[in-house]
C-alpha cells in the first residue's frame, strides 16, 4: 500500500516540475521592476547655478596718456620727458634719419651703423662697453627703421647719471674700428643669407620692392650684394 501511494504522489509532482521546465524563458527572464514610489526623490543644489546668469560690465577704465614735457639741451638737443614713477628708467637717444635717407645701393647702411654704435667706443673696447652695461645690470640697444635709428638703454632710477654717462659715450664717441665692423659684417651677411631661405621673407622683400621701388623698397637690413 505504502509503495503504491508513493506512485501515486511522486508522478504529479514530477509532471508539475516538467511542465514548469518546459515553460517560456521569457517570463523566467523578465526583468524585475522596482516597486513604484509616491515620494519623489529630492537633488541637492547646484553648486554652480551662478554661472548661469553672467556679471554685468563694470564702469570703463579710463585712459590717461602722459604728456611729454618738451625741454631744449644747451647743446640744442631737443629732449621729451615722460614722467613716470617707476624703479626702471628707459632713455633713448632718437634720430629722425633711418633707411629712408639711404642712397640707392647703400642699403643697410644705417642698421649697420647703429649696430657698430654699440660695438665700442674710442674711450672703451667692444667687451668694455658690453662690461660697462652689464655693471647697471642692462645692456645697449641699437637699431633702425626706415624713418628713424635709436639707441637705448634701460637702467635703475639710481643710476640714471651712470647711464647717461654711457650713452652719451656711445653717440658722441663710437670707436667704428675696421676689425669690428670687418666681424659685424660677417655675422650680419650670414644673417642675411640664412634670411633669404625662408619663402615667406623672399615674398616680403619682393612685394615691397614692388610696391615701393628700388630705394624706399630696399630692405632695412640691407641686401647682400650692398653690404
Known amino acids: 500500500m505504502s509503495s503504491q501511494l508513493g506512485r501515486r504522489l511522486v508522478w504529479p509532482v ?21 516597486p513604484a514610489s509616491s515620494a519623489s526623490v529630492a537633488l541637492p543644489p547646484d553648486p554652480e547655478a551662478f554661472r548661469n546668469t553672467p556679471p554685468k560690465a563694470g564702469d570703463p577704465a579710463p585712459v590717461l596718456f602722459p604728456a611729454p614735457q618738451l625741454k631744449t639741451l644747451k647743446n640744442g638737443v631737443t629732449l621729451y620727458v ?32 647703429a649696430r657698430m654704435l654699440t660695438e665700442g667706443t674710442k674711450k672703451r673696447s667692444s667687451l668694455a662697453l658690453a662690461e ?32 647717461l654717462e654711457l650713452l652719451s659715450e656711445v653717440v658722441f664717441m663710437p670707436a667704428f674700428a675696421a676689425k669690428d665692423f670687418e666681424r659685424v659684417k660677417g655675422e650680419w651677411l650670414d644673417g642675411l643669407r640664412a634670411e633669404r631661405q625662408e619663402p615667406s621673407r ?23 650684394p650692398d653690404v
Open 82 to 113: 615722460v614722467p613716470k614713477h617707476s624703479a626702471v628708467a628707459t632713455l633713448s637717444v632718437v634720430v629722425r634719419h633711418g633707411a629712408s635717407s639711404v642712397p640707392v645701393g647703400k642699403s643697410g647702411l644705417a642698421a649697420l651703423t
Open 14 to 34: 514530477s509532471a508539475a516540475l516538467f511542465a514548469l521546465a518546459c515553460g517560456s524563458p521569457q517570463a523566467s527572464r523578465a526583468p524585475l521592476q522596482p
Open 202 to 224: 623672399l615674398a616680403s622683400l619682393v612685394a615691397l620692392r614692388t610696391l615701393l621701388g628700388a630705394g624706399a623698397g630696399a630692405p632695412v637690413s640691407g641686401s647682400i
Open 132 to 163: 660697462a652695461s652689464e655693471s647697471l645690470g642692462s645692456t645697449l640697444e641699437a637699431d633702425a627703421g626706415r624713418d628713424e635709428s635709436h639707441v637705448a638703454i634701460a637702467t635703475l632710477t639710481s643710476d640714471i647719471t651712470r647711464g
